[in-house]
T-cell receptor
Framework: GQQVMQIPQYQHVQEGEDFTTYCNSSTTLSNIQWYKQRPGGHPVFLIQLVKSGEVKKQKRLTFQFGEAKKNSSLHITATQTTDVGTYFCAEENFNKFYFGSGTKLNVKP | DTAVSQTPKYLVTQMGNDKSIKCEQNLGHDTMYWYKQDSKKFLKIMFSYNNKELIINETVPNRFSPKSPDKAHLNLHINSLELGDSAVYFC???????????FGPGTRLLVL
């Protein structure tokens, strides 16, 4: 099946540092979604990007869709311990969602 | 009120057994999904139903059979459980196919 490449696999940061995860696809995407899964929890929808070059912000989180709609990034400014979890991108293709492998973020207080 | 609920939360069973997982959503959504998340946290879609009709059936062994009695429910029956079936199974729903998904809390299945 289709696999979305997501890097890095793990990221350990000190509280207050920034964090970025990247998602890359070999095909042009119609849209991309981002989800967060806390340890022991379930994926929770964060945002959807649709337009080429789109940038959306949610407080300390900045989401970007590449100009060619083949990649996306999630950037967290000044991480907090509440940001701990695994961040997934998900590309939609004919109503199927293909999730990236996820980036596990650990934030040291 | 829980939007998407699953039962049971935990399931420990022996190899060869048959088991079912149930999912219910009270969001009024038309589309429901089953995902499998393995120990490496890969989330893979298994099935999707829209208005009680199967619309997505990924490469899943025939031992897995989904059933949607109505739009609010999607159950998953697994025959002849194998060790490799151990995983967390998530149910999700969306207003329509391809739209934002809302996940249930997951069912942690352990096959011994």
């Amino acid at each position: 099946g289709q696999q979305v490449m997501q890097i890095p696999q793990y990221q350990h940061v000190q509280e207050g540092e920034d964090f970025t995860t990247y998602c890359n696809s070999s095909t042009t995407l119609s849209n991309i979604q981002w989800y967060k899964q806390r340890p022991g929890g379930h994926p929770v929808f964060l945002i959807q990007l649709v337009k080429s070059g789109e940038v959306k912000k949610q407080k300390r989180l900045t989401f970007q869709f590449g100009e060619a709609k083949k990649n996306s990034s999630l950037h967290i400014t000044a991480t907090q311990t509440t940001d701990v979890g695994t961040y997934f991108c998900a590309e939609e293709n004919f109503n199927k969602f293909y999730f990236g492998s996820g980036t596990k973020l650990n934030v040291k207080p | 009120d829980t939007a998407v609920s699953q039962t049971p939360k935990y399931l420990v069973t022996q190899m060869g057994n048959d088991k079912s997982i149930k999912c219910e959503q009270n969001l009024g959504h038309d589309t429901m999904y089953w995902y499998k998340q393995d120990s490496k946290k890969f989330l893979k879609i298994m099935f999707s139903y829209n208005n009680k009709e199967l619309i997505i059936n990924e490469t899943v062994p025939n031992r897995f059979s989904p059933k949607s009695p109505d739009k609010a429910h999607l159950n998953l029956h697994i025959n002849s459980l194998e060790l490799g079936d151990s995983a967390v199974y998530f149910c999700a729903s969306s207003q329509a196919p391809g739209e934002t998904q809302y996940f249930g809390p997951g069912t942690r299945l352990l096959v011994l």
